[in-house]
């Protein structure tokens, strides 16, 4: 299969799908939209892009994306360990602590902000498309006192040295991949890769001006005992007030219990789509080491 990803090397999507998919063919993409398009237009198979991270929440483009603009099936999810390093030009580690700008995406800044706010107060911060973009521009321009943060793939890839590690803020930092695809691929059991049960993932728009309704939503889930891992709402983007919900269930589309909780909430006069039933998995920071060679 042929791969697209979040790039360039060394994201922490690379990673992911090094993981994953060790054997593949892997094509990097500048952005998440730029992902998701190839994958409509056929040029890769399947597409790999960040949805949720424990710190920072919801990647907002890759939902909006989902929702708003393509019609890609979810086959699959894999949750990796994030460690957030600082980095900088080899020739600039002796003066790192007073670097004039610090780069990488807006969720790993958003992820090391303790950090940043006690030992770089000041010190202005510029986002990037993703946190190799962040260290492939450091070690392009060796001449600007300038960090990035991203990882120790991405260190090794372009040649930077890490001289802070681990500066994201809270020890449990993982992020959420989801896998995409229009060709109906399944995703199978990697070695070394935890599987972690099923999940089906639904948007809902709530009837108009209807009172109670976010409640017989959440009852047609309850009473059939599903339990649901995450809901979330996103903007319409209609007007001011109108949002519909993404909501994670923990179980696999069946032929009874989710089919009839969408019958019930379709009776309700709410509009539901399912946006995939797939496997899980999980993988550790040892095995990401050990498969990623990091």
């Known amino acids: ?60 483009i890759t939902l909006d994306y989902l929702t708003h603009e393509i019609n890609l099936p979810i086959i699959g999810e894999i949750t990796a360990p994030i460690r957030q390093h600082l980095m900088v030009h080899p020739q600039n580690v002796d003066r790192w602590k007073k670097v004039e700008k610090i780069y990488s995406h807006s969720h790993a800044i958003a ?36 960090a ?55 948007m809902v728009q709530l009837p108009d001006d209807r009172s109670g309704a976010l409640h017989q939503v959440l009852s047609a889930f309850s009473w059939r005992k599903l339990n ?16 519909f919900f993404i909501i994670d269930i923990a179980s696999k589309l069946d032929d009874v219990l989710i089919p009839g909780a969408i019958a019930e909430l379709e009776a309700l006069k709410c509009n539901v789509k399912v946006l995939g039933s797939y496997p899980s998995f999980i993988i550790d920071a040892t095995t990401v080491a050990n498969k990623v060679k990091l």
């Open 148 to 202: 990035a943060i991203a990882n120790n793939l991405a260190a090794r890839e372009y040649g930077l040295t890490i001289v802070q590690s681990d500066i994201h803020d809270f020890h449990y930092n993982h992020t959420r991949f989801v896998i995409l695809t229009s060709n109906g691929h399944e995703i199978n059991q990697n070695q070394g890769i935890k599987f972690n049960g099923y999940k089906t993932t639904v």
């Open 1 to 60: 299969m042929r791969l697209g990803f979040l790039g360039p090397k060394a994201t922490f999507t690379d990673i992911a799908v090094r993981a994953l998919f060790p054997d593949e063919t892997a094509i990097s993409y500048s952005t998440i939209p730029e992902c998701l398009d190839a994958v409509e237009a056929k040029e890769v198979d399947i597409a790999v892009v960040p949805l949720e991270n424990a710190l920072e929440g919801s990647v907002n």
């Open 228 to 243: 649901l891992t995450k809901i979330e709402s996103r903007p319409m983007k209609t007007g001011l007030g109108n949002y």
């Open 111 to 146: 992820q090391c902000h303790k950090f940043l706010h006690k030992q770089f107060r000041g010190v202005p911060s510029e986002n990037t498309t993703s946190t190799a973009r962040a260290a492939k521009y450091v070690f392009e321009h060796p001449q600007l006192n300038v």
